[in-house]
């Protein structure tokens, strides 16, 4: 990218660590019909399940392979469940759950009870071997992604993940994707949906966004939230760090006809060449 782009990127990074908000982005980037300032990417990356003090406490490493309730708890620096919450895209959790062979995903907002103990759903699952990531941002404190190992007894199948390609099919929607990687793992991803062989340009907001997209790197299963930054005639454009090589997982979550569906791509990344992006930590 040339030195005005990355500045920009730089200012929008900025005016989200700073909470200056859309204002800010809007006057830095490009007009948009839906600008959204990126939020920083939050520290652990989905790996570690302590970090800062914080620690993501699951209340079993099981789960059961017909679905059923899993609890957990995020403590605090001092031993203590945390009570307080910074909501990031109207939830003050953003619960992950996927499989390794990154077949299984599941993106999911658990309740809290008063006494900071977390309550999910799950549906019924496959045998294997699972990584669960919260992501949230403590009040007055760290804006974190936490991981923990999870597994479901019975017969593994290992299943492959699809080898990439640019559509995706789910619920009766055509997704196609565009990608341009640039310097430093950052990659410009477009997604147009579709429904017989029509542009659908009225996707409704979920959450705060467009559509709300995940990477699983594989092997690791470092995770990266993604957030739009801009939905323009019918193309969701998002702005992610992708900054390991290899293959990743991509989970793309946009709403219509009031549901939710979830398109699943399969992106490989070239090697990481160029200077890290400023935000990188
Ligand atoms: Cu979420």
């Given at each position: 990218m040339n030195t005005c782009q990355r500045l920009s990127v730089f200012g929008i990074v900025l005016a989200g660590i700073f909470g200056i908000g859309i204002g800010a982005g809007a006057m830095l980037g490009p007009p948009a019909s839906a600008k959204e300032v990126m939020a920083p990417a939050p520290m652990g990356?989905?790996?570690?399940?302590?970090?800062d003090g914080y620690r993501f406490v699951p209340a079993t490493g099981q789960l059961d392979a017909a679905g059923g309730t899993f609890h957990f708890v995020i403590e605090g620096p001092r031993g203590a469940p945390v009570l307080d919450f910074t909501p990031e895209h109207e939830k003050d959790l953003h619960f992950i759950l996927v499989n390794r062979d990154l077949t299984v995903f599941h993106h999911l907002h658990p309740t809290r009870a008063a006494n900071g103990r977390w309550s999910i759903d799950l549906p019924a699952l496959p045998p294997g071997s699972y990584r669960a990531v919260a992501d949230f941002h403590v009040a007055h404190g760290p804006h974190l992604a936490l991981g923990t190992d999870l597994s479901v007894a019975g017969d593994y199948i290992p299943t492959a993940l699809a080898e990439p390609d640019t559509t995706s099919r789910v619920d009766g929607y055509e997704i196609t994707m565009q990608t341009d990687a640039r310097e430093g793992g950052e990659v410009k991803i477009a997604l147009i949906v579709s429904k017989d062989g029509h542009v659908i340009t009225d996707l409704q907001p979920y959450l705060g966004a467009f559509g709300h997209l995940v990477a699983m790197h594989s092997g690791d299963l470092v995770y990266a939230h993604v957030h739009p930054d801009d939905y323009l005639d019918g193309t969701v454009h998002f702005d992610a760090e992708l900054s390991s090589e290899g293959r990743y997982g991509l989970f793309f979550d946009f709403k219509h006809g009031d549901i939710v569906h979830t398109a699943t791509f399969t992106f490989d990344q070239g090697l990481v060449t160029g200077a890290p992006m400023m935000n990188d930590h």
């Open positions: 990356e989905g790996v570690v399940s302590t970090k």
